[in-house]
T-cell receptor
Framework: DAMVIQNPRYQVTQFGKPVTLSCSQT?????MYWYQQKSSQAPKLLFH???????NEADTPDNFQSRRPNTSFCFLDIRSPGLGDAAMYLC???????????FGPGTRLTVL | GESVGLHLPTLSVQEGDNSIINCAYS??????FIWYKQESGKGPQFIID?????DKRQGQRVTVLLNKTVKHLSLQIAATQPGDSAVYFC?????????????FGKGTLLTVNP
């Protein structure tokens, strides 16, 4: 089945130790998004790729980076995780930016 | 600033009853609205959407109503089941002016009592 896949589902890292989260999609969608969601809050957009064009939200910390090596894959790199970066990280895709976004299952990040 | 909000943070209903979840939005330029269901520990799941040129859309057991005059959106769930228990988010796509950014409401926790 076509879907949005995130790996790993649970990630534990140490304070300051770089971590990479992975997202892949079989929908062949042009747009891929990364959201951060903290407990009892709505998802917050970090950035998105429209094809190869990277679009960063103004309030996304420099600590967060992203890579999209091809249409199917997108990575979220957290260079120096702090305790405040513990959250659920959601990947989403849409065919075009005006279209419905479909979310993956998320990666729960714990920072020790 | 522009925002999408929900009137009720929690809603508790009896199994078999109908549920109504409300949402207010303030960006009159938004032309596309989506309801998502998010179960604990999972990603948001698309339920139903509506474009601004419509005022009603029906799916399986769900109906979305859009009132552009008062900038109000609602999700109606018929014959609510325990499996419907989740947090429900409304979201608006702000269109070209906002770089098609999806803005989420705060979420409503729906609890279905057996």
């Amino acid at each position: 089945d076509a879907m949005v896949i995130q790996n790993p589902r649970y990630q534990v890292t140490q304070f300051g130790k770089p971590v990479t989260l992975s997202c892949s999609q079989t929908l062949n969608h042009n747009v891929m998004y990364w959201y951060q969601q903290k407990s009892s809050q709505a998802p917050k957009l970090l950035f998105h790729y429209y094809d190869k064009d990277f679009n960063n939200e103004a309030d996304t910390p420099d600590n967060f980076q992203s890579r999209r090596p091809n249409t199917s894959f997108c990575f979220l790199d957290i260079r120096s995780p702090g305790l405040g970066d513990a959250a659920m990280y959601l990947c989403a895709t849409s065919r075009e930016r005006a279209d419905t976004q479909y979310f993956g299952p998320g990666t729960r990040l714990t920072v020790l | 600033g522009e925002s999408v909000g929900l009137h009720l943070p929690t809603l508790s209903v009896q199994e078999g009853d109908n549920s109504i979840i409300n949402c207010a939005y303030s960006n009159s330029a938004s032309d596309y609205f989506i309801w998502y269901k998010q179960e604990s520990g999972k990603g948001p799941q698309f339920i139903i959407d509506i474009r601004s040129n419509m005022d009603k859309r029906q799916g399986q057991r769900v109906t979305v109503l859009l009132n552009k005059t008062v900038k109000h959106l609602s999700l109606q769930i018929a014959a609510t089941q325990p499996g419907d228990s989740a947090v429900y988010f409304c979201a608006e796509n702000g269109g070209w002016d906002s770089n098609y950014k999806l803005t989420f409401g705060k979420g409503t926790l729906l609890t279905v009592n057996p």
